[in-house]
């Protein structure tokens, strides 16, 4: 007989919250550190970007393989195992600093990560409830995201041409396996893979959100690998990039809950135009009136950030007011395919461009998509009547950072439909009408 869960999941999930964090602070020191000593190393912008895009490639193999290893050895062994792959990876980045190996290291830790997240996912949506599902990702999403903010300072604790940070990276994310294995908690059983769905269908369906949320995987790659590339070349110290990454990614922690609200009240097209019109603004400006003062260049950034990182939320949110609850799961995992395939080209795109225009190319790259996607969303309006207000959901917050797979809406008690049931299907786990 299925037990209910707690009241309080977080008290029962605390070892997997903090072991999250920790991983987060190893993971987001990681990717700042990489593309910040392939640039003192001389490595080519390009090449950079080609390297940095291994990432997310692994990624897109990770979230295939990680539910059959689930159900082959369960979660806590899965956990260990990738944790331990992913820390070994590091390491080979600071004892062969080449791009090939670099290349083949990052593809293996996108595996890794995949690997985690959809461990850990899963494991809060056993431990949740309709009633807390949403309190409960909100919270797991905090702890990400302040990890990955945090770890940009940890580029202080060290300079990034010894192989001392990359040893900081791997002691972090071996810690973040101790509190996972050390719990008492059950874990729950592995869960059947999901039906496929077909991404032609998902265009019928909304074509804005699709095209959303493949911009919003090129916008958040370029801003997460080539993000510390471009703050080097711009002339700033392992200081400044630190302090760039950290208003970049701390932004969207701001953000996302008032354009959350805002889209819940109004059509969500408009609110991701408005974003996108904003984010265009911004870069636009760095660019055509840089270099600025140093306050001004890091609240533009900010400002930027904090639009351009709502997008994946907005996109999928609008999508899944057009869905049946049943189809938000196997939809959901197709969404974050194509933000995976998306988020590949990214780096290699905006290396390629700041080779050729200088690093002034990374704000310019990422205004050029944020305007393209205004031009279409635009379009897609006046093609379409907007949602009525009475179908849709609440505001799903979720990001692309960590391409979230793994809270699905089964109720209390009931067998998840998927390990890689995203975040996006919170909607039905609150309660959503079965008619959206």
């Known amino acids: 007989m299925a037990v209910d869960p707690p009241r309080n999941p977080i008290l029962t999930t605390w070892p997997?919250?903090?072991g999250m964090g920790i991983l987060m602070l190893g993971s987001g020191l990681q990717a700042t550190l990489l593309g910040l000593r392939a640039t003192v190393e001389g490595f080519p912008t390009p090449v950079t970007g080609l390297v940095m895009s291994c990432y997310y490639v692994g990624f897109l193999v990770g979230t295939t393989i990680a539910p059959r290893l689930?159900?082959?050895?369960?979660?806590?062994?899965?956990?260990?195992?990738?944790?331990?792959l992913a820390s070994v990876?590091?390491?080979v980045h600071a004892s062969w600093v080449h791009p090939l190996p670099w290349a083949a290291m990052r593809l293996v830790s996108g595996m890794c990560f995949a690997g985690i997240y959809v461990v850990a996912e899963s494991w809060l949506n056993h431990r949740a409830s309709r009633s807390n599902r949403g309190r409960l990702l909100a919270v797991y999403m905090l702890v990400l995201y302040v990890g990955l903010g945090a770890a940009q300072f940890l580029l202080l604790l060290s300079s990034?041409?010894?192989?001392?940070?990359?040893?900081?990276?791997?002691?972090?994310?071996?810690?973040?396996?101790v509190p996972i294995v050390a719990s008492a908690q059950p874990t729950p059983d592995p869960a059947m893979l999901p039906q496929p769905v077909r991404y032609r269908d998902l265009y019928a369906i909304s074509p804005?959100?699709?095209?959303a949320v493949a911009a919003s995987g090129m916008i958040s790659?370029?801003?997460?690998?080539?993000?510390?590339v471009y703050a080097r070349l711009s002339g700033a110290g392992t200081h400044g990039v630190a302090e760039f990454m950290a208003v970049s990614i701390l932004a969207a922690v701001l953000t996302q809950y008032p354009v959350g609200r805002l889209s819940d009240r109004a059509d969500?097209?408009?609110?991701?135009?408005?974003?996108?019109?904003?984010?265009?603004l911004v870069a636009g400006g760095i660019v055509a009136f840089g270099p600025l003062p140093r306050a001004l260049y890091l609240l533009l950034t900010a400002l930027f950030s904090g639009a351009a990182l709502t997008l994946y939320s907005l996109a999928v949110s609008h999508i899944n007011d057009k869905l049946e609850?049943?189809?938000?799961?196997?939809?959901?995992?197709?969404?974050?395919?194509?933000?995976?395939?998306?988020?590949?080209?990214?780096?290699?795109?905006?290396?390629s461009l700041m080779a050729a225009f200088g690093p002034r190319a990374y704000f310019g790259t990422l205004a050029a998509l944020t305007g393209a996607l205004t031009v279409y969303d635009l379009w897609r309006k006046s093609r379409r009547s907007p949602v009525p207000h009475a179908q849709k959901g609440p505001f799903i917050n979720t990001q692309q950072i960590v391409t979230c797979a793994g809270l699905d809406p089964a109720p209390s008690g009931a067998v998840p439909e998927s390990p890689l049931a995203a975040s996006a299907s919170i909607k039905a786990a609150q309660g959503a009408p079965s008619s959206p």
Not at 73 to 81: E, M, N, Q, S, T
Not at 208 to 211: D, F, G, N, P, S
């Open 16 to 18: 997997l919250l903090l």
């Open 70 to 84: 689930l159900l082959q050895v369960g979660h806590v062994r899965a956990f260990a195992a990738l944790a331990a």
């Open 89 to 91: 990876a590091v390491l």
């Open 160 to 177: 990034p041409q010894t192989a001392a940070p990359f040893m900081l990276v791997s002691a972090l994310i071996s810690l973040a396996m």
């Open 208 to 211: 804005l959100a699709v095209v």
């Open 221 to 228: 790659s370029i801003i997460f690998s080539m993000g510390p």
């Open 268 to 280: 969500r097209r408009t609110v991701i135009a408005g974003a996108c019109v904003l984010a265009t």
């Open 325 to 351: 609850p049943a189809q938000m799961v196997a939809a959901s995992s197709a969404l974050l395919s194509i933000n995976g395939m998306a988020a590949a080209s990214g780096p290699v795109m905006a290396g």
